[in-house]
């Protein structure tokens, strides 16, 4: 055991210390559009404390591309200067630690990138007062295009709701407003399907008495459109894209679905909406007026407009919206991946709340057969 043990120490003693990266071997950004800048953290450890400072560089490494390529079977072109700035600054150890501090490296206007195309930035860590890791001496930043949506909320018997509104004066007083939802119904044996709003005042679902199960229907104060059309009924298991835009001046209410118009009414007695309202009488998402008139299915990128928004508006954006867009309020994506908890991603932070767990479901969207993309 003695002999053990003093040759453990002699291999500890003799044990070379080398630098290394910490930031993981390859990070791979989405192309998309409301990705616009990205910023990520470099930083460099050793495995035990040294008793001098450590000085260490990062530098783009060009001749890595090839290496990139090779082992991950892609065909990338290296990021150009343009879409990233990383400071010329060294990392430093201070002695007696293990990690320096992070450098931060910013990539600018990712989404003027071009989707076809794989992009990457190869990283490359360099020392001159210690000896470098040589397998872990590179990080790979890769960009490509790819599903704009991963997670969805499944909402079969279950709602979303608030308990009280951070700042419902973003969404009360609306006059000229766009409500959005992009849905995946199962079936539509419901009375009601849900989709969003406040019953009484200004509600979109599918659904009513006399009224085809599966046609969209918006129930106002001064009163409901379009008329029943059983042709003008949305397809069980297909994503569609469901909007309402609403001119306070003209008092008109168009429907869209999937981008194209598919009514039209004008109802210049409606006046303004406010949304703002909590609890079970409040505004609510797959619920109104009791549980049964739930929507079973899935939801995704839920929006409330303070304009009316045109058709190419509507028609150009079903996947996703850049949070600070002109006229967005209020955008729940619903694509948590878990908890209860659906964000609104706006400045405007009104977070809603699930009345039980959601069911998060994994899909690939867009697809090719969504609407008229």
């Given at each position: 055991?003695?002999?053990?043990?003093?040759?453990?120490?002699?291999?500890?003693?003799?044990?070379?210390?080398?630098?290394?990266?910490?930031?993981?071997?390859?990070?791979?950004?989405?192309?998309?559009?409301?990705?616009?800048?990205?910023?990520?953290?470099?930083?460099?450890?050793?495995?035990?404390?040294?008793?001098?400072?450590?000085?260490?560089?990062?530098?783009?490494?060009?001749?890595?591309?090839?290496?990139?390529?090779?082992?991950?079977?892609?065909?990338?072109?290296?990021?150009?200067?343009?879409?990233?700035?990383?400071?010329?600054?060294?990392?430093?150890?201070?002695?007696?630690?293990?990690?320096?501090?992070?450098?931060?490296?910013?990539?600018?206007?990712?989404?003027?990138?071009?989707?076809?195309?794989?992009?990457?930035?190869?990283?490359?860590?360099?020392?001159?007062?210690?000896?470098?890791?040589?397998?872990?001496?590179?990080?790979?930043?890769?960009?490509?295009?790819?599903?704009?949506?991963?997670?969805?909320?499944?909402?079969?018997?279950?709602?979303?709701?608030?308990?009280?509104?951070?700042?419902?004066?973003?969404?009360?007083?609306?006059?000229?407003?766009?409500?959005?939802?992009?849905?995946?119904?199962?079936?539509?044996?419901?009375?009601?399907?849900?989709?969003?709003?406040?019953?009484?005042?200004?509600?979109?679902?599918?659904?009513?008495?006399?009224?085809?199960?599966?046609?969209?229907?918006?129930?106002?104060?001064?009163?409901?459109?379009?008329?029943?059309?059983?042709?003008?009924?949305?397809?069980?298991?297909?994503?569609?894209?469901?909007a309402v835009a609403v001119n306070g001046t003209t008092g008109s209410i168009?429907?869209?679905?999937?981008?194209?118009?598919?009514?039209?009414?004008?109802?210049?007695?409606?006046?303004?909406?406010?949304?703002?309202?909590?609890?079970?009488?409040?505004?609510?998402?797959?619920?109104?007026?009791?549980?049964?008139?739930?929507?079973?299915?899935?939801?995704?990128?839920?929006?409330?407009?303070?304009?009316?928004?045109?058709?190419?508006?509507?028609?150009?954006?079903?996947?996703?919206?850049?949070?600070?867009?002109?006229?967005?309020?209020?955008?729940?994506?619903?694509?948590?991946?878990?908890?209860?908890?659906?964000?609104d991603h706006t400045a405007n932070q009104n977070h809603m709340i699930a009345?039980?767990?959601?069911?998060?479901?994994?899909?690939?969207?867009?697809?090719?057969?969504?609407?008229?993309?």
């Amino acid at each position: 055991m003695l002999f053990i043990f003093q040759s453990c120490k002699q291999d500890d003693e003799n044990f070379e210390n080398k630098l290394f990266l910490l930031s993981p071997k390859l990070e791979t950004i989405l192309i998309k559009p409301s990705v616009i800048n990205v910023e990520k953290q470099i930083q460099v450890a050793i495995a035990k404390p040294q008793d001098a400072e450590i000085l260490a560089k990062v530098s783009v490494d060009e001749n890595q591309v090839a290496r990139f390529n090779q082992a991950f079977e892609e065909k990338a072109e290296l990021l150009t200067k343009e879409f990233y700035d990383l400071p010329n600054a060294d990392l430093k150890i201070t002695a007696g630690s293990v990690k320096s501090e992070s450098l931060n490296i910013t990539f600018k206007n990712v989404n003027a990138l071009d989707k076809s195309k794989v992009y990457v930035l190869p990283i490359s860590l360099n020392s001159s007062s210690l000896s470098v890791l040589n397998s872990e001496s590179i990080s790979y930043f890769c960009f490509k295009g790819g599903d704009l949506i991963n997670k969805v909320a499944g909402l079969e018997k279950n709602y979303l709701y608030f308990d009280s509104w951070k700042n419902p004066a973003v969404v009360n007083n609306l006059r000229s407003f766009t409500l959005e939802a992009l849905v995946r119904a199962k079936d539509f044996k419901n009375f009601i399907s849900t989709i969003m709003g406040i019953e009484g005042k200004f509600l979109i679902r599918i659904g009513d008495a006399g009224f085809p199960s599966n046609q969209v229907q918006v129930a106002t104060t001064a009163g409901n459109m379009p008329g029943a059309d059983p042709n003008k009924g949305l397809t069980a298991n297909k994503w569609t894209h469901i909007a309402v835009a609403v001119n306070g001046t003209t008092g008109s209410i168009k429907l869209y679905i999937d981008g194209a118009l598919q009514a039209e009414v004008l109802k210049p007695s409606l006046g303004a909406v406010n949304f703002g309202i909590a609890g079970i009488n409040g505004f609510q998402i797959g619920r109104s007026y009791e549980d049964a008139r739930y929507f079973n299915g899935e939801f995704s990128e839920v929006r409330i407009w303070n304009k009316e928004r045109s058709k190419d508006e509507i028609a150009g954006n079903f996947y996703e919206v850049p949070v600070d867009s002109e006229g967005l309020v209020s955008y729940w994506k619903c694509n948590e991946g878990e908890g209860n908890l659906i964000k609104d991603h706006t400045a405007n932070q009104n977070h809603m709340i699930a009345k039980s767990a959601i069911n998060w479901v994994n899909v690939a969207l867009p697809e090719k057969t969504v609407g008229t993309k």
